[in-house]
T-cell receptor, first 115, second 112 residues
């Protein structure tokens, strides 16, 4: 049972436009959400996170939105740059015993930003 | 500050053999987690260690084990390798209480 789902395996956008990556989750115990970016032959790099007490968190060109009632979060990248081309993973953790320290990942979305 | 390092970066083993992977966390980080990444399953959590104790474990068979040393370095062992164990094994570290984990480059294991 996949608790974190990224339903779009790939996304292609033009440089300068907005990229929107989506993520859905099923486990209501999740209360902390993260986005990671991964280039080939490298480990994932932490991008941005959001706690369930917030509905928006912004860091430069990156904004994460959380809709708890819909169990949905999204990552907005504005403006998109060719260097943003990578696989983006959504991850979640819960606040129940040891699950604080375990991240559950989606399968990733390959973002391609075309010049 | 140096990042998370993993050794070796690449490994080729034969079915039935065992393998040990090593991870050195970021200085000051006491939590180390291990993940398996495969094309079909994405990143899957193996286990997490803090202060030499396993705090959390994923749904992997007992052939997968780990340990952490007093200097926070961690090792992961896979015994009786199977073809399906071919994957990228990622180690991540974090400071106590922080859920943001910082990943190493991974060890690419190929089982033939």
């Amino acid at each position: 049972d996949q608790q974190v789902k990224q339903n779009s395996p790939s996304l292609s956008v033009q440089e300068g436009r907005i990229s929107i990556l989506n993520c859905d989750y099923t486990n209501s115990m999740f209360d902390y959400f993260l986005w990671y970016k991964k280039y080939p032959a490298e480990g994932p790099t932490f991008l941005i996170s959001i706690s369930s007490i917030k509905d928006k968190n912004e860091d430069g060109r990156f904004t994460v939105f959380l809709n708890k009632s819909a169990k949905h979060l999204s990552l907005h990248i504005v403006p998109s740059q060719p260097g943003d081309s990578a696989v983006y993973f959504c991850a979640a953790s819960g606040n129940s015993g040891g699950s604080n320290y375990k991240l559950t990942f989606g399968k990733g979305t390959l973002l391609t930003v075309n010049p | 500050k140096a990042g998370v390092t993993q050794t070796p970066r690449y490994l080729i083993k034969t079915r039935g053999q065992q393998v040990t992977l090593s991870c050195s966390p970021i200085s000051g980080h006491r939590s180390v987690s291990w993940y398996q990444q495969t094309p079909g399953q994405g990143l899957q959590f193996l286990f997490e260690y803090f202060s030499e104790t396993q705090r959390n474990k994923g749904n992997f068979p007992g052939r997968f084990s780990g340990r952490q040393f007093s200097n926070s370095r961690s090792e992961m062992n896979v015994s009786t390798l199977e073809l399906g164990d071919s994957a990228l094994y990622l180690c991540a570290s974090s400071f106590y209480g922080l859920r943001e984990q910082y990943f190493g480059p991974g060890t690419r294991l190929t089982v033939t």
